[in-house]
């Protein structure tokens, strides 16, 4: 009897491809496009997943391949465990990364719930990451991909042990140009599409826009704060500030200046220098370990506090059932609250967690 395989498709050329090579390995797959946000403007737009041209090109790769192919209506989940979470995180001076919740309550949670109610083993998706299970270890674990310049184990880091064990990623092995190879060779019409980049739900690029249209709330202006306590003019409303940031403050100033905190009880932002930015500690909660059972014994490990961020030594110990604390040997640039912090032995995710300090 052939293993089954719900396979995640989004609408673009990774996903294609994941569903062809599941296909060639001869699992019996079915192919899903979660329907996550309503809006016109998400539906049509490009640069993003899950749009209208989406679902017909996933829908017309699935009917090429002989797969049966649905769209599931998961809204009130995505809005519930993603939206509301991006629009806390901004209101409490924090910067979401809802790619990951999107990964942790729908993809690996939601999804592969409704995988099993349908009596499907695995969930196959188009990321660029490696599953394997480690006899030594009796454990599975998870690994960057072969190619780097793709490689998402960051954004997975909060996959469960039971998740990862259902969990298969095709193109952990392949470069992004094999990829679009492979699909220009079975003529899928989204061969050359481009890579979607913007966050899903939204629309116009400022995220600021979407909180006050999504909750209907304005957010009341403020004073910017240089960190001697000087005010050095007003803000318009915290939401428009992370840490770091330099551009679109809207004030002259006599030098460089960056966001280096976001106080959200007196409703200030406030500036320092470049050199303010930078701290070796960092304080995660809510954390996922994969490789090991705990981490109360200090490891060391080389980590990364965002995404695009080469990694960097550290030494981590665990400090309750659910925090760790780690240390840099080099102090970081912007370490920003509601960003994961992911930590790596080699090619192998160790574990992650969100910034919370």
Known sequence: MNKKALVAMSGGVDSSVTALLMNRQGYECMGVTMKLFYGEEAETRENTC?????????????????????????SDR?????????????????TPNPCIDCNRYLKFDKLYMRAKELGYDYIATGHYAKVEYDKTKGRFLLKKAADLSKDQSYVLYSLTPEQLSHTVFPLGKLTKSEVRAIAEENGFVNARKHDSQDICFVTNGKYSDFIESYTGRKYPEGNFV???????????????????????????????????????????????????????E???????????????????????????????????????????????????????????????????VVGGGTIKK
């Not at 995505?78 to 924090?94: L, P």
Request: proline share 4%.
């Open 50 to 74: 899950c749009s209208l041209n989406d679902v017909e090109d996933a829908r017309s790769v699935a009917m090429n391949l002989g797969m049966p192919y649905y769209v599931f209506n998961f």
């Open 78 to 94: 995505f809005s519930e465990c993603v939206i509301d979470k991006f629009i806390d995180a901004y209101e409490n001076g924090r």
């Open 226 to 280: 240089y960190k001697d306590g000087t005010v050095l003019g007003r803000h318009k409303g915290i939401i428009r500030y992370t840490v770091g940031q330099r551009k679109g403050l809207g004030l002259a100033l006599p030098h460089p200046m960056y966001v280096i905190r976001v106080d959200t009880e007196t409703n200030t932002v406030i500036l320092g220098e470049n050199e303010d930015l930078f701290s070796k």
């Open 282 to 348: 960092v304080t995660a909660d809510n954390i996922n370990l994969i490789s090991v059972d705990n981490l109360y014994e200090p490891l060391r490990v080389k980590a990364k506090v965002r995404y695009s961020q080469p990694e960097q030594w550290a030494t981590a110990v665990q400090t309750d059932e659910d925090t760790i604390k780690l240390v840099f040997d080099e102090p970081q640039r912007a370490v920003t609250q509601g960003q994961a912090l992911v930590m790596y032995d080699g090619d192998v």
